[in-house]
């Protein structure tokens, strides 16, 4: 019924930029926590930024003042600008989102993307 769907990953220089977007799709009433986290081989899934539906913001420590989350609830997307990429930045990005969805029967869960694949090169 729910669907996210992610683009934007892709192989980056050090220093440079990389924007990444989430689009969901399917019976969705309100979109509530919208987020992105990463993950490496070996590694657990660790939240990088999330918005809320009040626009409150959280950023993962190693991120902030270079990655900026927004969302666009109009087309139920949201976005992960970000800038000054460095190598230990390099991992699989995967978008999150907690919403209200169903028709009749309303329901609230959790769903994931598929991940998309960043890489900094140094």
């Known amino acids: 019924q729910v669907q996210l769907v992610e683009s934007g990953g892709g192989l980056v220089q050090a220093g440079g930029s990389v924007k990444l977007a989430c689009s969901a799709s399917?019976?969705?009433?309100?979109?509530?926590?919208m987020a992105w986290y990463r993950q490496t081989p070996g590694q657990s899934r660790d939240l990088v930024a999330s918005?809320?539906?009040?626009?409150?913001?959280n950023y993962a420590d190693s991120v902030k003042g270079r990655f900026t989350v927004f969302r666009d609830d109009a087309k139920t997307a949201w976005y992960l600008q970000m800038n000054s990429l460095k190598p230990e930045d390099t991992a699989v990005y995967y978008c999150?989102?907690?919403?209200?969805?169903?028709?009749?029967?309303?329901?609230?869960?959790?769903?994931w993307g598929q991940g998309t694949q960043v890489t900094v090169s140094a």
């Open positions: 918005i809320g539906g009040g626009g409150d913001i």
């Open positions: 399917g019976s969705i009433l309100k979109l509530n926590i």
């Open positions: 999150k989102a907690d919403l209200a969805y169903g028709t009749g029967y309303i329901r609230r869960g959790e769903f």
